[in-house]
């Protein structure tokens, strides 16, 4: 009778004091909270979250993620308000996505961006470098003005002012050495890397080539260059839900320094945690946009042109 007594009362004692989750993490009754439903890729953007999953069980919040394919209906689902919050995409790409499809999503924080590097051909350093060089960079808009952008931040070249993101080779003002740019679909710049002195890749591609972008990179792009606030992988929500709690609560977990540890250690170098303010974000968004708007009224323009 004592001993059932005992039982009862620590199981009270228990109940009282919060509950002891999966993972043996204690939760205050008092601190559930609710449910944040996520849409996300697959790779890191899931994976990052399912680790982010125990931290927040640990505050009080339930993370449900999903795993979406494309690139539409994760932003469709926050849209209608079925999920909370979604993590796939960058400020480009979702201003340009509010703007074709009229919905109104926000950037609640950027978590990480996925950097380019230079990488050795048959050259070892920069120094190496000798006049008539060739490097081969990704030829689409967006891959080969950050390729341009990052030999410009390591001394190879100088780019006309106001280049920005939209730069191509048409915008190198100063070339000391006269490297020659060779410009190629973006999976085949790693394969001519026998043939070149470097090559310039993203951090996909340069892991299908079996390099390491904390070892092997001669360069990498970092946290506060232009392209990694601008290409940073944010938490998108619908607008006016960026300050609330449980929002709050994913992007404070995500930026915590247990899921920098974790993104740094899974994905050598090529996804990294990124620092940021909210102001340099929003200037790199709205430097993005300006950049895309006089894009697009070039190519309309070029048309026309065309056209008569």
């Not at 609560?249 to 620092?275: H, Q, R, W």
Request: charge should be negative; glycine fraction near 6%; avoid cysteine.
């Amino acid at each position: 009778m004592k001993a059932k007594k005992i039982i009862t009362l620590s199981l009270t004692a228990a109940l009282a004091i919060g509950a002891l989750t999966a993972n043996g993490v204690i939760v205050s009754a008092d601190a559930e909270k609710g449910t944040i439903k996520v849409a996300a890729s697959a790779t890191p953007h899931a994976e990052i979250l399912e680790e982010a999953k125990p931290l927040l069980e640990a505050e009080g919040w339930d993370l449900e993620v999903t795993v979406f394919d494309d690139y539409v209906q994760p932003n469709l689902v926050v849209e209608s308000g079925d999920f909370d919050a979604n993590y796939f995409q960058h400020i480009p790409y979702l201003d340009n996505f509010n703007e074709e499809q009229g919905t109104h999503l926000v950037n609640a924080g950027g978590i990480h961006y996925e950097p380019f590097g230079i990488y050795p051909g048959t050259k070892e350093t920069l120094d190496d470098l000798e006049d008539g060089d060739t490097i081969a960079v990704p030829n689409d808009t967006t891959n080969e003005a950050r390729a341009l952008l990052l030999l410009q931040d390591n001394g190879v070249i100088t780019l006309k002012d106001g280049a920005g993101l939209e730069a191509t080779v048409k915008d190198i003002e100063e070339n000391p050495k006269n490297i020659k740019i060779e410009e190629l679909e973006a999976a085949q710049v790693s394969r001519v890397k026998d043939e070149v002195a470097f090559v310039v890749l993203n951090g996909n591609y340069a892991l299908q080539a079996g390099y390491s972008v904390s070892n092997d990179s001669i360069a990498h792009e970092t946290s506060d260059s232009e392209a990694a606030k601008t290409y940073v992988n944010v938490i998108a929500v619908k607008e006016g839900n960026e300050d609330s709690e449980a929002i709050k609560a994913l992007v404070d977990t995500l930026k915590s320094d247990e899921i920098k540890d974790f993104i740094n250690e899974k994905y050598d170098g090529a996804v990294v945690p990124f620092e940021d303010s909210a102001d340099d974000t929003e200037e790199a968004a709205d430097e993005a946009k300006d950049e895309t708007a006089d894009a697009d009224a070039e190519t309309t323009e070029a048309a026309a042109e065309e056209a008569e």
